[in-house]
């Protein structure tokens, strides 16, 4: 049986959102594939619009799984995007805790090191193995999202 799950990874300024059924074994079949870029100049306004949006999304669709690329360690003098990126996860975080679905974190390194025999990015630029992986396009700007969906399995 197939789950209805959601796999994001945020930057400073949007979401990128792989809306997917994943069975336990064989492709998943891709229902959307999506970017949520932050509305306005104001951040807290539109955090507040991406809390609501995403958990509004979550609740209508069923979702039961939301699969995220955790927080990394950064080196010294990274500057504030690290940070803004956190924050905007943080608020996605926070609409899932507004729903009956659940998160779950992934690290970027872990994922390298455990899944499959390709790092992450290789993952990503291999189009030969999204191919194999799901049913329906899912666009290389969107594949890291994808793939931890592919991890939580």
């Known amino acids: 049986m197939a789950r209805n799950w959601i796999g994001f990874i945020g930057s400073v300024d949007d979401l990128r959102i792989v809306h997917a059924e994943v069975p336990m074994?064989?492709?998943m079949v891709i229902k959307s594939a999506e970017t949520w870029r932050l509305e306005g100049r104001q951040r807290p306004a539109a955090y507040a619009n991406i809390r609501r949006r995403f958990s509004e999304y979550v609740r209508a669709n069923g979702v039961e799984?939301?699969?995220?690329?955790?927080?990394?360690?950064?080196?010294?003098?990274?500057?504030?995007?690290?940070?803004?990126?956190?924050e905007l996860r943080g608020v996605v975080l926070?609409?899932?805790g507004d729903t009956e679905a659940t998160a779950r974190?992934?690290?970027?390194?872990?994922?390298?090191?455990?899944?499959?025999?390709?790092?992450?990015?290789?993952?990503?630029?291999?189009?030969?193995?999204?191919?194999?992986?799901?049913?329906?396009?899912?666009p290389r700007t969107h594949r890291e999202a994808a793939l931890y969906l592919l991890a939580a399995r």
Not at 74 to 86: N, S, V
Not at 111 to 136: I, L, P, Q, Y
Request: proline share 5%; with cysteine.
């Open 25 to 27: 074994d064989g492709p």
């Open 105 to 138: 974190g992934f690290n970027k390194a872990s994922v390298s090191r455990t899944f499959g025999s390709m790092s992450v990015d290789e993952h990503v630029k291999d189009d030969a193995f999204w191919n194999c992986a799901c049913v329906g396009d899912v």
């Open 94 to 96: 926070a609409a899932v």
């Open 65 to 86: 799984l939301i699969a995220y690329k955790a927080a990394a360690s950064r080196r010294f003098g990274a500057g504030p995007d690290p940070f803004l990126a956190a």
